[in-house]
């Protein structure tokens, strides 16, 4: 019923930007929460950024004051806007997303399909 589909990522050397962005697609009502995890080889995955649906932000401390995520609701789009980056910061990143989906209160959540970051030093 909704689609996640990322854009963005890539190479990047240490000290770089990059920037992801996340555009839902479907029977939307409006946005709950959309935000990004992402997971690294052999680790959990983990919450890097959440933009909550009264408009509030979530952050992991390890982006605090690098990471920037912010949200076009109109294009029920969320970015991810990633400055100084570190060869830590790599990982696969996932875009989460959890909706209304109708006004009966349906609600649909999901991933999109992840995109690799790489920062090297």
């Known amino acids: 019923q909704v689609q996640l589909v990322n854009s963005g990522g890539g190479l990047v050397h240490a000290g770089g930007s990059l920037r992801l962005s996340c555009a839902a697609s479907?029977?939307?009502?409006?946005?709950?929460?959309m935000g990004w995890y992402r997971q690294a080889p052999g680790k959990q995955r983990e919450l890097v950024a959440m933009?909550?649906?009264?408009?509030?932000?979530i952050y992991a401390d390890f982006v605090k004051g690098r990471f920037t995520i912010s949200r076009d609701n109109a294009k029920n789009t969320v970015f991810l806007q990633m400055n100084g980056l570190k060869p830590e910061d790599t990982a696969v990143y996932y875009c989460?997303?959890?909706?209304?989906?109708?006004?009966?209160?349906?609600?649909?959540?999901?991933w999109g399909q992840g995109t690799q970051v790489t920062v090297f030093s």
């Open positions: 989460d997303g959890d909706f209304l989906i109708d006004h009966d209160g349906s609600t649909w959540t999901g």
């Open positions: 479907g029977s939307i009502v409006s946005i709950n929460a």
């Open positions: 933009s909550t649906g009264d408009g509030g932000t």
